[in-house]
């Protein structure tokens, strides 16, 4: 069983920051890769931030730049979600994953003035 607890989300006005966060835990093998992924109203499910266990990072386009995806240093089951710059389009519920198969609640941000 794996659990995953994630914080951070909220309202922030356009061009502002935000830092998610998502604790894992749970009796597997490896909890890499860790991955951000978002779901709009009406939109499928799409892939932010995604880093392996060397600490390899990709991107969406749409965040490249501005959002960075990094893993607590003395923690490795801990990933985070920097996201700068934000924009209204970046509003969605933004959920964490870890070997791609498991999932957590989700939290919401909202960018908006």
């Known amino acids: 069983q794996v659990q995953l607890v994630e914080s951070g989300g909220g309202l922030v006005q356009p061009g502002g920051s935000l830092r998610l966060s998502c604790a894992a835990s749970?009796?597997?093998?490896?909890?890499?890769?860790m991955t951000w992924y978002r779901q709009a109203p009406g939109k499928q499910r799409e892939l932010v931030a995604a880093?392996?266990?060397?600490?390899?990072?990709?991107y969406a386009d749409s965040v490249k730049g501005r959002f960075i995806i990094s893993i607590r240093d003395n923690a490795k089951n801990t990933v985070y979600l920097q996201m700068n710059s934000l924009k209204p389009e970046d509003t969605a519920v933004y959920y964490c994953?870890?070997?791609?198969?498991?999932w957590g609640q989700g939290t919401q941000v909202t960018v908006s003035s």
């Open positions: 994953n870890v070997r791609y198969s498991y």
């Open positions: 749970g009796s597997i093998f490896s909890f890499y890769p």
């Open positions: 880093i392996g266990s060397g600490g390899t990072t990709n």
